[in-house]
C-alpha cells in the first residue's frame, strides 16, 4: 500500500530560532495526537542539524529543500546531499518550480543530485508540473512526461521505488489559484500511468504521488478523496502549525 504524506516546504521562510519553535511545537501536537498519515517538514539548510536532535522521526520526517549535484569539493555555498544526510535527515525536495525557474536547473542537473541523493540513502521529493502557458496549450501531459524521462526514469526499479513525485501547477503555487480536484486528480492519474509504463503496474500503485499548489485545510479533504492523490506538498500553510495540522488532518 503507498503511504499518505503531507509534506511541508519551508522555503526561504523563518529564521533559526523561529523554524526550532515551530518544528517544537508541531512535534508536541503530534505527538499528543498521532498523525494518520507520514508527516515530512522540509527546512533551510541551516534548521536541519539543530531540529533533528529533538524531532521524533517516526512521526515527523526531517528533509532539506535541495542538495548539490555534485559529491565534495570546490563549490563554494553549495550543500552535498551526504551533508543533508549527516544531519540526520531522511528526504529532499529536487525540481521544485521555483530552482528550476529562478536557478535555471536543468534535467540533466536533476538527474545527478537525484542520484546523489539516493547514494546517501535520501529518499527524494521530485517535483513536476506546468506553468499556466502550457496548461493553457494543453501541454501539461506532455511537460511532466518530459520531466520524468528527463531525471528520473533513468533509475532502477528499486532506486525508483525511493522517490515521492509531487505534481505542482506552477501556475496554483502561491498564486491562490488552485487546481480543481478533477483536474488535479486527472494529471495525478496520467502521471501513475506512465510510471506504470515505465515500471508496471505494481511500482505505479506502490509510488506516492503528492499535489502541490495552494492545497490549504479548506481544499485538502476534497483534494486528498480522490484516488491518485496520496497527500500534498504544501508551501504557506506549512508555516503555522494549526493550518499545516488542519491538512493533516484531512487524512482522519
Not at 539543530?50 to 563549490?75: P, R, T, V
Not at 533513468?154 to 522517490?163: G, Q, V
Not at 515505465?198 to 478523496?225: H, M, R, W
Request: hydrophobic fraction near 40%.
Amino acid at each position: 500500500m503507498r503511504k499518505k504524506i503531507v509534506a511541508g516546504n519551508w522555503k526561504m521562510n523563518m529564521n533559526l530560532q523561529d523554524g526550532i519553535a515551530l518544528a517544537k511545537e508541531l512535534n508536541d501536537t503530534l505527538t499528543a495526537e498521532k498523525p494518520n498519515c507520514d508527516v515530512v517538514i522540509c527546512t533551510p539548510f541551516i534548521h536541519l542539524a539543530s531540529i533533528a536532535q529533538f524531532l521524533n522521526q517516526d512521526i515527523i520526517g526531517l528533509g532539506a529543500e535541495n542538495c548539490a549535484n555534485k559529491e565534495k569539493g570546490a563549490f563554494t555555498g553549495e550543500v552535498s546531499a551526504e551533508m543533508v544526510k549527516s544531519t540526520g535527515a531522511q528526504y529532499v525536495i529536487l525540481g521544485h518550480s521555483e530552482r528550476r525557474e529562478y536557478y535555471k536547473e536543468t534535467p540533466e542537473v536533476l538527474r545527478e543530485k537525484v542520484m546523489l541523493a539516493l547514494k546517501n540513502g535520501l529518499k527524494v521529493i521530485f517535483c513536476i508540473g506546468e506553468s499556466l502557458e502550457e496548461r493553457e496549450a494543453n501541454r501539461q501531459n506532455e511537460v511532466v512526461k518530459a520531466e520524468l524521462e528527463g531525471s528520473v526514469f533513468n533509475l532502477s526499479e528499486d532506486d525508483f521505488r525511493k522517490i515521492v513525485i509531487a505534481y505542482e501547477p506552477i501556475w496554483a503555487i502561491g498564486t491562490g489559484k488552485t487546481a480543481t480536484a478533477e483536474q488535479a486528480e486527472e494529471i495525478h492519474a496520467y502521471i501513475r500511468s506512465i510510471i506504470a509504463e515505465k515500471y508496471g503496474q505494481a511500482v505505479a500503485d506502490d509510488t506516492s504521488i503528492l499535489y502541490g499548489g495552494s492545497c490549504k485545510a479548506s481544499n485538502a479533504p476534497e483534494l486528498f478523496a480522490k484516488p491518485d492523490i496520496d497527500g500534498g506538498l504544501i508551501g504557506g500553510a506549512s508555516l503555522k502549525c494549526a493550518d499545516f495540522k488542519g491538512i493533516i488532518d484531512a487524512w482522519n
